[in-house]
């Protein structure tokens, strides 16, 4: 059977907190992030923003294990998968951000990650060390790879748009706005600044809060 697949941003979308904003908060000097406003001028990539600032990370390994779990990662989540595989829904990650994070809150909540695991994730690989901090780096796969962003959403949103039954996607930012506008309105689920673009442009969307409506609203479409 040809799967239907809900393609999902990580940071802000199935967790309330963005990796980025926690640790410039905590455990970063105030201007670290002004990487993130030369991104937002236009002046740096997303993926050039990012790398910096978790470049500037020097705490010990177990602090950041700590802090990702301030994330909240919605406690749900893993129960809201399955119900999705039973409707026949495969769920796939597509993040701007880093694998190094994502995969440790994936597994910290009982999933497994591949292709054919519980949950396949799309995300820019990862390396910590308190020496050098978070080393971001492109994804080695060409196919989904975008130099603005490392990991190229829409790409992956194409892929599965000519591989899958139907296509779903839900997301938060200004990053997720392309991708969602390849689905159908009654399959783009929009939470914050991506809300915010879809209404300039007179796109219309489900809004959700927490990452648990998304799946439920999709089981019960079936
Ligand atoms: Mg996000």
Redesign the pocket.
Known sequence: MQHSVLIS?????MTEN?FYKLVAERLLPAQALEFWQEYRRGRISHFKALQNIFSQLRAPQKVLEELILDMHLDPSLAKDIVCLRKAGWKVVVA???CQWYIDRLLTGAGLTIGPQGDVEVHANPGTYSSGTGLTMTMPEDLQFRSQETGVHKAAIVHYYLQNAHQVAYA???W??VDAAMLVPPHLRFAKADIKQALDERGEQARIFTHWSEVARTIVELE
Do not use: E, H, I, N
């Open positions: 941003d990580f940071d802000g979308t963005d993040s701007a951000g997301g938060d930012g990053t997720d």
